[in-house]
T-cell receptor
């Protein structure tokens, strides 16, 4: 079975500062990894995903994540935070070939201070 | 394209009442899912349907039933609602093992 751990339920950064949201996973098979963003009172929107190939993945809104197999990590970064980045971010893994549903982390709420 | 739609957006029930949450997708996806979202717990899978005519239990199926009515529609039924089922419910769909697309959610309160 797979699992996801997101370190830090709340992260606060200043506008223009680096954003780093941490995600570690466990999976018995090569994982597919996802980051989703949820704005208040909305559904989840895909930011980026890793399936195979290049380990540095670029997504929407300037976000990127790097898959590091040796560290079982898939941390999300953005060089310069914008006020509009304030939201909740979820890391998810799909690693079990029998079930295609996602296993989600508990989420990280990002605050951006002016 | 509307993507994934869910009805209703909000619902308040009394303990013991029943209701059905509706979900439809217009992307011709084979797989559909129901999740619940609770504070500090992320999203947890209730049921999923890998294809039309099949359904399987997820992580937290107790107290719920589902119906995959056709390829487009996947409904979630609460037969006898309990306060522990107060949550936000999301439906999602995907093609094979790829990206899941989520609906806007249903906020359910059980008194």
């Amino acid at each position: 079975a797979q699992s996801v751990t997101q370190l830090g339920s709340h992260v606060s950064v200043s506008e223009g500062a680096l954003v780093l949201l941490r995600c570690n996973y466990s999976s018995s098979v090569p994982p597919y990894l996802f980051w989703y963003v949820q704005y208040p009172n909305q559904g989840l929107q895909l930011l980026l995903k890793y399936t195979t190939g290049a380990t540095l993945v670029k997504g929407i809104n300037g976000f990127e994540a790097e898959f590091k197999k040796s560290e079982t990590s898939f941390h999300l970064t953005k060089p310069s935070a914008h006020m509009s980045d304030a939201a909740e971010y979820f890391c998810a893994v799909r690693g079990d070939t029998g079930r295609r549903a996602l296993t989600f982390g508990s989420g990280t709420r990002l605050q951006v201070q002016p | 394209n509307a993507g994934v739609t869910q009805t209703p957006k909000f619902q308040v029930l009394k303990t013991g009442q029943s209701m059905t949450l509706q979900c439809a997708q217009d992307m011709n996806h084979n797989s559909m899912y129901w999740y619940r979202q609770d504070p500090g717990m992320g999203l947890r899978l209730i049921y999923y349907s890998a294809s039309e005519g099949t359904t399987d239990k997820g992580e937290v199926p107790n107290g719920y039933n589902v119906s995959r009515l056709n390829k487009r529609e996947f409904s979630l039924r609460l037969e006898s609602a309990a306060p522990s089922q107060t949550s936000v419910y999301f439906c999602a769909s995907s093609e094979m093992a790829d990206t899941q697309y989520f609906g806007p959610g249903t906020r359910l309160t059980v008194l």
